[in-house]
């Protein structure tokens, strides 16, 4: 079973408390996505390098390059790289971009502020990377579609709200919309058991 770059953008987006990501925000994570190298690590479309055990990532056989020397890993499981790359955007070292994401301000992640910037440049060590990020974002060339290798996420991912015309409902429609509504239910369950859970 494979996933898609759009699946695995809408679970991270709910993993930092976005369960209606905009537009811009999913061709922000996919533009950057293609500039890490579109998922030569398993599960880790951001090439992140997080080494917490909880999240169980590893050098795999397939990072190769500068990516193995920077330390980039792979992950057993989908939710667990998305788990590792949200607890990253989450650690403090990038707070105006967790916040565009999060609070999906558009222009921000269009046209890059210097915060932005250097958040991005912490990320990758590239000077003009954000921007080079945002302009690709702006086109819109990236497939969403795009299928990785490996097991989806466990639930349905969470999706943003559809106008629906009730009079045409059908018995799978419903299925469906109580199937996203348990993903989401999930992904919030685990953001407020996350934000009680008493630290060290």
Request: proline share 6%.
């Amino acid at each position: 079973m494979t996933y898609t770059l759009e699946q695995w953008i809408i679970a991270l987006c709910a993993a930092i408390g976005n369960l209606h990501p905009s537009k811009i925000v999913i061709a922000f994570i996919a533009a950057w996505t293609f500039r890490e190298g579109w998922g030569s690590a398993a599960y880790n479309l951001l090439n992140t390098t997080e080494g917490n055990p909880q999240f169980g990532g590893f050098e795999g056989v397939n990072i190769q390059g500068p990516a193995r020397a920077a330390g980039v890993k792979d992950f057993p499981s989908f939710e667990q790289g998305v788990d590792a790359n949200a607890f990253v955007l989450k650690n403090g070292r990038y707070p105006h971009l967790l916040a565009a994401i999060a609070g999906n301000r558009d222009s921000d992640l269009l046209i890059p502020s210097q915060a932005i910037s250097d958040e991005m440049k912490v990320w990758s060590g590239g000077s003009d990377y954000g921007r080079a990020i945002a302009t690709l974002a702006r086109a819109g060339t990236v497939d969403l579609g795009h299928e990785f290798p490996g097991q989806g996420p466990a639930s349905p991912p969470v999706t943003p709200p559809v106008k629906v015309d009730v009079d045409t409902l059908t018995v799978k429609d419903i299925e469906s919309a109580f199937a996203m509504m348990e993903g989401a239910y999930a992904a919030l369950k685990k953001l407020v058991l996350a934000a009680v859970e008493p630290k060290e």
